[in-house]
């Protein structure tokens, strides 16, 4: 899928459990939903990735997303300091941010809220569940809502 200029959308996955990070990645490429999908498995890593520093320096094979799908629980830098971050630097507070993870806990949904996340969506159990979920974000974040205008 791209957006209506023809464009790739960039998808910015941001999580540590690399069986959920693989069936985020494979549900989305099975439902065509993204023609990029970067994954980082640390805060600091999507911190480095969004900022453009140490691995991913180049713009080129890093190029700032058009949505991140934000996990909470976080090695190195959690998911609320990653989401706080972002959404108080002015080149990035734009990007669309989903904070995709499994707790339902009213403290972490209002806390993600109160940093402006877009979305908070709780993972489900069910593989057929999630792979719906995946389709249906995708579907409604990047084709029928209007992408934000991001400098680079």
Known sequence: MT?????????????????????????MQEQRVANV????????????????????????????PDIILLDLRLPRVDGIEVLKVIKQTKNLKRIPIIVLTSSDAESDIAQSY????NSYVVKPLDFTIFRQLMNDLGFYWLAWNEKPYISE
């Open 3 to 27: 957006d209506l200029k023809g464009e790739p959308l960039v998808i910015l996955l941001v999580e540590d459990n690399e069986d959920h990070a693989t069936l985020v990645m494979r549900s």
């Open 37 to 64: 999908i970067y994954h980082v498995d640390d805060g600091q890593k999507a911190l480095d990735y969004l900022f453009h520093e140490n691995e991913y320096k180049d713009v080129t094979t890093s190029p700032l």
């Open 114 to 117: 109160d940093c402006r996340a």
